[in-house]
């Protein structure tokens, strides 16, 4: 034995030895059975006696009855299966709260699992006795966990690292499914969650220790539209308020004043609790028995909800949302009971704030506060809301049900608003209101106008169209520049989405909003892209093709589709945007039931790129410098590459089913391009889709027609009419139209015997020397163009001292340039002035204008 445990052995013998040397002996005790295996059982025996023995001397004195007392003696508990199943459960859960803490997402997921092994294990058990109440508890907070954590990755710079992710993400979808199958414990636990895990026996037990002390009567103020005020008694629960520092808050109607202004005064400070400021002011409106008292309380109150949402992309708990609207309810029906009480935003100051003030000689009360902006906020916090939730699940569906009650108390405020003639709250009331309908068809608007009128007791419209009218009628008189321009394109939006094409056009024309529009913000942009497109959609269904593709190629022409509508991000390469431009695009994203379907939106402009693109190709035949003619890039660069394929297999998508029937169109086979057109699934989605496909269905006929023309024509000298219409299946009155349409729009050179009901077609050849002045005349124009546009954009705008300045330079580069001979000169001048245009005007831009001139002059 070493001299370690020697010294041990002789200490452990002592009686008297300190504390120190104990500790010593009972240490030697448990190396000694490991480390020394050649000593006696003899020699191990004393030390573990002795080791005890000077432990009891001191260390455990009082606590024991014997010094004698051996490890046989020692109590063994036994535990009933239920006790072992449940203990297990219960180390789970604290291994998750473990994890939740140190954020470690791995442990968190290890012990989910083992939770849900032990719960599963326990099913006998909790068939009779019930799902524990701590497992129940666990997952609710689980989940709300795993939601913050999932949001604050999306706008983390530091990202978490892969294990951890992947444990995250697979949280994220095991959760939702383990939860749904305890929906209404977990709502138990929701409307409680302090005293959900709690014990009865426990609660009997301070019913015995403590009787309940009842207070005097309190009014509670009452949510329901009439304004009964009911009285209560609010029995004391043994428990007293405690503030910071341990110190007990009494609330009375003598310090309730003072209590709110400690309220306001701690907002926004540094380590406030907001939780315990809310149960304050909860407190305070019970108390609260006047309606100054209840109004100031309730202002306060519903301010305190908002403070939970901070960050630029943080968004409201749900049941924070409803308490809010819940006490913005309340307050809007204690002001319409008590009309004599109003609250606006610019108030004079009054000297009295903590004393109770009443209306005196018929004068109102007028306080400090600003209802717009409640609602303002609250329909924010909506929008948000929904922009973080999962759309494919039954969630968004659930929180897009709350929108009725948000758009009554948006119709409720703008009544009250209308009372007290608040002109600017009530044109921000409308616009609110205004935007949750347009995007709408009349079957929902209507439902909601009904869902609203159930709600306030009011009166219903039942014309959709004349309830959009009234509202933009009331913005374009009273509202200002901005809400003017979006109550225009809500309004051209709606008629365009109800096939009332004319009017959204006019309307839009008229407002001139095309020539403006790159002056407003990004989301009234994003405004005017949507009432384009839905514009263009519009045109598509009422058959104008080439109206459809005018509105649609500025917006799907471009590949951002959905960066301009606000319906996702693109993919961005190396870091392009910064991590806060990325956060206010996503901030700036429609919730997706405004959504417009992206597919549907693309299958349209491609269709009508086809036909609009397929005959001009024919058209413009073997020639270099009409090829160069493109009506829709996209749609030709997709043809292509198409077209370059070596094996085209049948189609899958509704790229391959258009670019297919497109390719059969060029070649005259339009039975089989209807064909393709009609296989589409998309059109479903839109409204008469038989109608749509016929449509489409007789402009592919016309459009065969038209190509077979352009492509053959050089080949027939005259054309019968009637083995036109049999070959495309159309009438031969539409084939005189269309042929008789092209010639005068000199598309076609031909002319139609009547007689003979033939189409003669001339063969006009071009000579040498014409074909080289038109090909001259485009490329001159087309310079002088570019040029012009160049000069404008990249040249500042000189004062006129700097033009004489810049005049003078450029007769002197001409100077040089004669003296130079071939040396070549700088078209353009020097930076910042005009010379180089100047030059432009002296050479060939004068010697036309010139020329002009001299013949006029003949000419007199």
């Known amino acids: 034995m070493s001299r370690f445990f020697r010294a041990a052995e002789s200490d452990s013998d002592d009686s008297e030895s300190d504390y120190s040397d104990e500790l010593t002996a009972s240490d030697s005790e448990d190396h000694s059975g490991s480390d020394s295996e050649d000593d006696s059982s003899s020699d191990d025996d004393g030390a573990k006696k002795g080791g005890a023995a000077a432990g009891r001397g001191r260390f455990f004195e009082g606590a024991l009855d014997s010094d004698d007392e051996s490890d046989d003696d020692t109590v063994r508990v036994v535990k009933s299966v ?43 058990l909790i068939a009779q006795s019930g799902v524990p109440k701590f497992y129940i508890k666990s997952v609710a907070e689980l989940e709300k966990a795993i939601q913050a954590a999932a949001q604050k990755e999306k706008s983390a710079s530091k990202k978490l690292n892969p294990s951890n992710n992947r444990a995250l993400n697979s949280l994220k979808q095991n959760i939702k499914k383990n939860n749904r199958q305890y929906e209404s414990q977990i709502q138990e636990y929701e409307k409680d969650p302090e005293n959900y895990d709690k014990e009865p ?74 939780e315990e400021q809310v149960k304050i002011l909860e407190r305070l409106l019970v108390i609260a028995n006047t309606p100054y008292q209840k109004i100031i309380v309730l202002l306060n109150l519903i301010s305190a909800q908002f403070d939970f949402a901070t960050g630029i992309s943080g968004f409201m708990n749900i049941p924070l949302w409803k308490n809010a609207e819940k006490y913005l309810n309340s307050l809007l029906t204690i002001l319409e009971a008590n009309p004599l009480y109003i ?59 709350d929108e009725v009650g948000l758009y009554a108390v948006i119709v409720r405020s703008n009544a009250y608003f209308k009372r007290l003639d608040l002109v600017d709250s009530i044109s921000r009331t409308t616009m609110r209101r205004l935007e949750h309908l347009y995007f709408k068809p009349d079957v929902v608007i209507v439902a909601v106008e009904n869902a609203t009128a159930a709600l306030l007791s009011s009166k219903a419209s039942k014309d959709s169209e004349a309830l959009i009218h ?63 497109v839905q514009l263009g959609l519009c045109a598509f269904r009422e058959g104008m093709i080439k109206e459809a593709h005018t509105c649609l190629h500025d917006i799907s022409g471009t590949g951002r589709v959905k960066e301009l509508l606000a319906q996702g991000l ?26 417009i379907n992206l597919e549907l939106l693309e299958c349209v402009y491609l269709t009508c790129s086809m036909l609009l693109e397929i005959p001009a190709m024919a058209q413009a035949g073997n020639s270099p410098e ?87 024509a050089s080949y027939y000298s005259s054309v019968g009419l009637e083995s036109l219409g049999k070959m495309f299946n159309l009438s031969v009155n539409t084939v005189v139209s269309i042929v008789a349409k092209m010639v005068y729009n ?16 001339h063969h006009v050849e071009l000579s040498k020397m014409q074909s080289l002045a038109l090909a001259f005349a485009d490329k001159a124009s087309g310079f002088v163009e570019g040029n012009e546009k160049l000069l404008e954009t990249k040249t500042p705008q000189p004062q006129q001292g700097d033009r004489k300045k810049g005049g003078a330079l450029g007769g002197k580069e001409q100077t040089g340039k004669e003296q130079g001979g071939k040396q070549q000169q700088r078209t353009m001048g020097p930076r910042g002035q005009r010379g180089g245009r100047n030059q432009f005007h002296n050479g060939l831009g004068n010697s036309v204008r010139g020329g002009r001139k001299n013949q006029q002059q003949q000419q007199q």
Request: aromatic fraction near 6%.
């Open 201 to 274: 026996e426990e609660d009997e037990e301070q019913e015995v220790k403590k009787p309940k002390v009842k207070k005097a009567k309190k009014v509670v103020v009452s949510d329901s539209e009439d304004d009964k005020e009911d009285e209560e008694e609010v029995e004391d629960d043994g428990f007293t308020p405690v503030g910071a520092g341990g110190k007990s808050i009494e609330l009375t109607q003598d310090n309730l004043y003072k209590k709110l202004r400690e309220v306001v005064d701690a907002r926004g400070k540094k380590n406030t609790n907001r």
């Open 470 to 532: 009234d509202l933009c009628v009331f913005l374009y008189k009273n509202a200002n520049s901005l809400q003017r321009t979006r109550a225009m394109l809500c309004h051209i939006y709606h008629h365009a989405l109800h096939n009332r094409f004319f009017v959204a056009r006019d309307m839009l024309l008229m407002s001139h909003l095309q020539e403006t529009i790159h002056q407003a913000d990004v989301t009234t942009q994003i405004l005017f892209n949507r009432a384009m």
């Open 570 to 595: 693109q993919a961005q390469r190396y870091g392009a945007v910064s991590p806060e431009q990325e956060k206010l695009e996503r901030q700036r994203q429609l919730p997706f039931h405004m959504h």
């Open 82 to 124: 239920k006790d072992k199943r449940l203990d297990e459960i219960e180390q789970a859960v604290s291994g998750i709260a473990n994890g939740l803490k140190i954020n470690d997402w791995v442990s968190v997921q290890n012990e989910f699992e083992r939770a849900n092994k032990g719960i599963q294990k326990a099913a006998g």
């Open 626 to 712: 009409n090829k160069k003619k493109v009506i829709s890039k996209p749609f030709r660069r997709m043809l292509d590459y198409n077209s370059r394929q070596v094996f085209t297999g049948p189609p899958e998508n509704t790229r391959d089913h258009i670019m297919g029937a497109a390719k059969a169109l060029s070649i005259g086979e339009w039975e089989r391009s209807v064909e393709l057109i009609k296989a589409i699934k998309i059109w479903e989605l839109m409204p008469g889709c038989d109608k749509i496909k016929e449509m489409l269905a007789g402009k592919i006929q016309e459009e065969g027609l038209r190509t077979y023309l352009f492509a053959n």
């Open 343 to 401: 609250v606006k935003e610019n108030v004079p100051d009054v000297d009295d704030e903590d004393k109770d003030r009443l209306p005196e000689n018929g004068e109102p009360v007028l306080i400090q506060g600003s209802l717009v902006a409640f609602v303002d906020r609250l329909d924010d916090e909506f929008t948000k809301s929904l922009q973080n939730i999962d759309p494919h699940t039954t969630d968004y569906v659930d929180r897009l049900k």
């Open 746 to 761: 000199e598309e076609l050179a031909a002319s139609i015997d009547q007689v003979a009901n033939v189409v003669q077609l």
